[in-house]
């Protein structure tokens, strides 16, 4: 419809099509006040803006435009193929708004980094589960993410291949009183999420 390519799945209850849309106004508030947002802090653009980003859970791609508002290269990897193409609708609809570098690749996120990774400066990880926090749009995103694609049981091993590349930083976004799989180098933590960092 006008408001881009949308999704209207038959098994939950959605009164119209759920968009992924970059241009809304709570999401563009955020990318104008990113020295609040500790995603920035954790991944180091709020030092050094101009780095490559490796996002390799990309999810409805929330993060990865708010680390491109901050400066960054950042390439998503969207594995599941409608996630991909509402990915690439809100993609267009934004570039043709707003100049901001962004790259999508519908590809398998540990075959990548084996291949690629050695050209980011930044490896981020978002494995999905879903928020405590009752915001709607954040409950509906995650929603349409559970019933797509379901819980991210490989991220243990996504990790792994992640750490096994050499001078990086490797962010991976957990709930706040998850256990880290792996001991971090050090986290940031808000009320209900935290960022754990691992520097190689």
């Excluded at 050695?118 to 589960?129: E, H, R, V």
């Excluded at 409950?139 to 490989?154: C, F, R, T, W």
Aim: aromatic share 8%; with cysteine.
């Amino acid at each position: 419809n006008d408001e881009g390519l949308g999704l209207i799945p038959t098994k939950l209850d959605f009164k119209k099509p759920f968009h992924i849309d970059f241009l809304v106004k709570q999401l563009n508030y955020r990318a104008q006040h990113l020295t609040m947002e500790l995603l920035i802090k954790a991944t180091g653009l709020s030092k050094n803006p101009q780095q490559k980003v490796l996002d390799t859970t990309a999810g409805v791609g929330t993060d990865a435009y708010l680390m491109a508002s901050a400066g960054a290269k950042v390439t998503m990897l969207e594995r599941h193929r409608i996630m991909y193409v509402l990915l690439c609708d809100a993609l267009a609809r934004l570039q043709h708004k707003k100049s901001i570098d962004i790259s999508l690749y519908n590809q398998d996120a540990s075959k990548y980094i084996e291949n690629h990774g050695s050209q980011f400066d930044i490896i981020y990880l978002d494995p999905m589960y879903m928020p405590r926090q009752k915001k709607v749009r954040a409950l509906k995103s995650m929603e349409i993410l559970k019933a797509l694609v379901g819980p991210d049981e490989d991220y243990q091993a996504l990790l792994e291949v992640a750490l096994a590349q050499k001078n990086k930083r490797i962010v991976i976004k957990r709930p706040y009183d998850d256990n880290p799989i792996i001991k971090p180098s050090y986290s940031y933590a808000a009320k209900d999420t935290r960022f754990d960092v691992y520097r190689t």
